[in-house]
């Protein structure tokens, strides 16, 4: 459930932004990192490129061992040690989070370091999937050097922690490369009127 937020914070719905190294919001923007292979309309698995286009924000996960519980309009879960989320692109359960251990390829999401402290889910390629088209693209904590993402947009922990009272069910995130260069000026939108709900973790039984 999402937490409880005052008046005011419900009253604002904030949309973001990455370009050319920075996610911009409303009241202001900071660095940011994106993926390895920067920013492209035609993400494939494993490519290490960050998808290009409008996406809805969808959830948020945290670590409740490191982070007190965000507050939020968003649906907001505590991440436990066996959730993954399946990058097999044959799998049936691909871009999906599942409980592991689970018979296909799936990311880890109790890290060992800060990166998952809290993130949120980017409805990128759920609604539908496409198979290969990409799977776990996320909102996360950068590394101290701002080192390239494996796809994902990732800001300082402190930055992250405080857009999430401000993000909604209505709230987007668009990406592009600096002035579009690096996606040919090409922005896929998706409609996310359908994307705000948490997937439940796919059941093995």
């Given at each position: ?29 900071a ?10 309309a ?10 290009a ?28 040690s ?68 494996a ?25 592009t ?6 996606t040919?000026?090409?922005v ?18």
């Open positions: 459930m999402a937490a409880d937020l005052s008046a005011a914070e419900q009253a604002e719905t904030e949309n973001l932004q990455y370009r050319g190294g920075r996610l911009y919001w409303s009241g202001g923007s660095a940011a990192a994106a993926g390895r292979a920067g920013v492209k035609d993400k494939r698995e494993g490519d290490g490129a960050t998808p286009g409008t996406y809805p924000l969808v959830s948020i996960l945290y670590r409740p061992d490191k982070v007190p519980a965000p507050r939020s309009q968003l649906p907001v879960r505590p991440l436990t066996t959730d993954g989320w399946v990058d097999e692109p044959a799998d049936v359960n691909y871009n999906r989070p599942v409980s592991l251990p689970y018979p296909a390829s799936a990311e880890e999401m109790w890290r060992e370091d800060d990166l998952y402290d809290a993130l949120v889910v980017i409805g990128y390629n759920m609604e539908p999937v496409i198979s290969g088209a990409g799977s776990a693209i996320f909102l996360h904590v950068a590394t101290p050097d701002f080192a390239p993402t796809g994902c947009i990732a800001v300082k922990r402190e930055v992250l922690l405080g857009l999430l009272p401000v993000l909604s069910p209505g709230s987007k995130i668009t990406i490369g600096r002035d579009d260069q690096a040919g000026g090409r896929v939108h998706i409609d996310g009127s359908s994307a705000n709900s948490w997937y439940q973790p796919a059941s093995l039984g």
